[in-house]
């Protein structure tokens, strides 16, 4: 069975990753990201915006979706996010450090 993404959070955050081919839903408040969370029972992960960061610890009983944390402008360094994602993902750093091309 192959699980769709999805990234909820504030509508300015969304635009990149509707561009992206990735499903976005749009909420404005704590209670409306628990809200669609639950709603997204067939998706595989669903990526949160930083605002929103604490209700990764609402007590859920279900394993599906995933659950992460996206920066958002302001927030965390995206670099480092998507490199921790990715070691977290395959298991080992895949990126180099610096601007050389693969090398």
Excluded: C, H, W
């Amino acid at each position: 069975m192959a699980y769709r993404v999805a990234v909820v959070g504030r509508k300015e955050f969304l635009s990149i990753y509707e561009v992206l081919g990735i499903d976005i839903f749009e909420a404005r408040t704590k209670e409306e990201v628990i809200r669609k969370v639950k709603d997204l029972k067939d998706y595989g992960l669903v990526l949160i915006d930083e605002e929103f960061a604490d209700v990764l610890s609402v007590e859920r009983e279900e394993r599906l979706p995933i659950l992460g944390v996206i920066p958002t402008q302001g927030g965390s360094d995206i670099k480092d996010f998507f490199s921790n994602f990715v070691i977290r993902a395959v298991g080992t750093k895949i990126f180099s450090e610096g601007n050389n091309n693969g090398r």
